[in-house]
């Protein structure tokens, strides 16, 4: 796990694959509902920074 900003990326290999996610603050579930994939843990951590980067630049991405 990392931290971009106020955020945290979480990633875990499923199934022959990468997931990657990210949560704000204290929150337990993806922001803005999103989980990303990647054939490696760097790739999936990498699309997860690059969510984190645009939820910092523009918050109206998360859903309420």
């Known amino acids: 796990m990392s931290n971009s900003s106020n955020f945290t990326i ?8 990468w997931t990657s996610w990210v949560t704000a ?3 337990t579930t993806a922001a803005g509902a999103v989980v990303l ?12 920074q690059q969510w984190a980067d645009r ?7 998360l859903r309420s």
Not at 55 to 61: E, G, K, Q, Y
């Open 10 to 17: 979480h990633c875990e290999q499923r199934a022959g694959h």
């Open 25 to 27: 603050d204290n929150e």
């Open 37 to 48: 994939v990647g054939q490696t843990q760097e790739e999936a951590e990498a699309n997860a």
């Open 55 to 61: 939820l910092s630049a523009d918050p109206r991405l």
